[in-house]
């Protein structure tokens, strides 16, 4: 994806159970990929499944889209 001219890309890794990783990469002019950015952060809400990191995407630079269903207790 491209963000300001730029083309970054994301992971996301689940550390501990609702504990997440997100890192940011971008593409320097030598097409080599380096991390610009990294956080963690905690999804706390009552959930019938877990989430997966692949429930995660389109990083804007802002914020990070959960894509799942969700069942709210």
Known sequence: MK???VTHDYQVAESSSGVFNL???E???NKKYSVVNERTFKVD???ASP???GNFSS???QKVVLKVPLTLK
Request: glycine share 6%; no cysteine.
């Open 27 to 29: 593409l320097d002019e």
């Open 45 to 47: 809400l009552p959930l």
């Open 3 to 5: 963000y300001n001219g």
């Open 59 to 61: 990083y804007d630079e």
């Open 51 to 53: 989430l997966k990191s």
């Open 23 to 25: 890192k940011i990469y």
